[in-house]
């Protein structure tokens, strides 16, 4: 079955380019695209797409905003950040709004088309930069850390291997247990840190 994707982007010739691309790949179905927030938030819940690949620099209404108004209309879809911007502060709006991974428009196509598949296989694409840009920035606040401290050692764990990226699957193996115990973690990682999201678990990760 081809995944369903959409493009939000303001830019013709980024939209034109990331068109061509999802358009030569037999296994990836182009169904929308937007200009705008006002439009995605029209088109995006009646195509359900399974991912969207979201600019942040949007008209009017910014990408982190449509993805934070998108997330409880479309629960089974994964956003992709696809950006300019690399700095601390919009990386972190765009993971609390309920974004996936985060990705540079720089990144290649090939980087590109795997981090597609990544987000629908449990995983979280970040570049190194990126993610370390993240750690670097909130490693000089002073934040609570009660939530995470209720977390026993295995569930550090596997939000930590979580934040790194890793699919369900490869944390599994990691640990040396089965999928379905690694979501049994998840639900519990996300009751106590009172979140509902595995982008919003590695924001409060990150963020401590």
């Known amino acids: 079955m081809k995944i369903r994707l959409s493009i939000v982007e303001d830019d013709e010739p980024t939209r034109r380019l990331l068109g061509d691309i999802v358009r030569s ?3 990836i179905e182009l169904v929308s695209v937007s200009v705008d927030t006002e439009s995605a938030l029209e088109s995006l819940p009646r195509d359900q797409p399974d991912v969207v690949l979201m600019d942040i620099n949007l008209p009017k209404l910014s990408g982190v905003e449509c ?3 998108l997330r409880p ?3 089974k879809t994964q956003f992709l950040m696809l950006t300019v911007y690399e700095d601390a502060d919009h990386i972190f709006a765009a993971l609390a709004a309920g974004a ?5 428009k720089s990144t290649r196509r090939e980087d590109l088309l795997t981090a597609i598949q990544q987000v629908l296989e ?3 694409p970040m570049s190194i930069g990126i993610a370390r840009k993240v750690v670097q920035s909130f490693s000089k606040t002073d934040s609570p850390r009660s939530d995470l401290e209720t977390l026993s050692p295995r569930e550090q764990s596997v939000l930590s291997l979580l934040a790194q990226g ?3 699957k490869e944390i599994a193996e990691s640990l040396a247990i089965s999928v379905p115990t690694v979501n049994t973690y998840i ?3 996300y009751e106590k840190l009172h979140v509902r999201s595995r982008s919003q678990a590695i924001a409060t990760y990150l963020r401590n």
């Open 100 to 104: 996936t991974g985060y990705l540079l």
């Open 73 to 75: 209309l479309l629960p």
């Open 166 to 168: 890793l699919l369900y």
């Open 122 to 124: 449990g995983g979280s």
């Open 187 to 189: 639900r519990r990682i």
């Open 67 to 69: 993805v934070r108004r």
């Open 25 to 27: 790949t037999a296994d």
